[in-house]
């Protein structure tokens, strides 16, 4: 249980915070069930094999590969926070659940798919291995409050994407930044 004396209690009180924040601004029930209704990684990955299956190798998915350090390294994050954090399915569905929306929503359009490639590849080099750090530094408060920092940049960029995507797509889902 988390308290004064439990470093788990401030990154625990920031996971929260930022999931609050993330449902609030995105102001769409139904699209944050959505959202919630992807737990894990093996959904994405279905989901890519899927547009690879009905799309062929043709152009639109060239640059899905591009992706896949960024699941791995998004994968490793979700596990360390699994492990330090003391966290709720809806904190891993909000990992998943927006990337594979977007990689759905991405999907029809040859040069969105590409622009949301180059960026989750981007993302994908410069985050942190984070199986490493959490053997080297795991359950130090500081730490932890590191891993809730990184879950609220990750929200940013996939509301931003949402946002960007939902004015695209013919669903006209309501986002607010």
């Not at 093996?42 to 009905?54: A, K, M, P, S």
């Not at 350090?69 to 809806?90: H, N």
């Not at 594979?100 to 410069?126: M, N, P, R, Y």
Request: proline share 4%; charged share 25%.
């Amino acid at each position: 249980m988390a308290g004064p004396c439990n470093p788990a209690g401030p990154a625990q009180a920031a996971f929260n915070k930022a999931m609050r924040d993330f449902r609030s601004r995105l102001k769409d029930e139904n699209l944050y069930k959505e959202i919630l209704a992807t737990t894990s990684v093996d959904q994405v990955y279905d989901l890519t094999d899927r547009l690879q299956f009905v799309q062929g190798s043709g152009d639109h998915l060239r640059n899905l590969a591009r992706i896949a350090p960024f699941l791995e390294r998004i994968g490793a994050y979700a596990e360390v926070i699994d492990t330090f954090v003391q966290v709720k399915p809806d904190i891993l569905a909000l990992i998943w659940g927006p990337i594979k929306l977007l990689i759905q929503w991405a999907s029809t359009l040859t040069k969105s798919l590409d622009a949301l490639g180059k960026t989750i590849e981007e993302i994908g080099v410069i985050l942190p291995e984070f199986g490493q750090a959490s053997r080297l530094f795991g359950g130090k408060g500081h730490v932890d409050e590191a891993l809730a920092l990184i879950f609220q940049d990750i929200l940013d960029f996939y509301m931003v994407s949402l946002k960007f995507f939902s004015m695209k797509s013919k669903c006209h889902h309501h986002i607010d930044l």
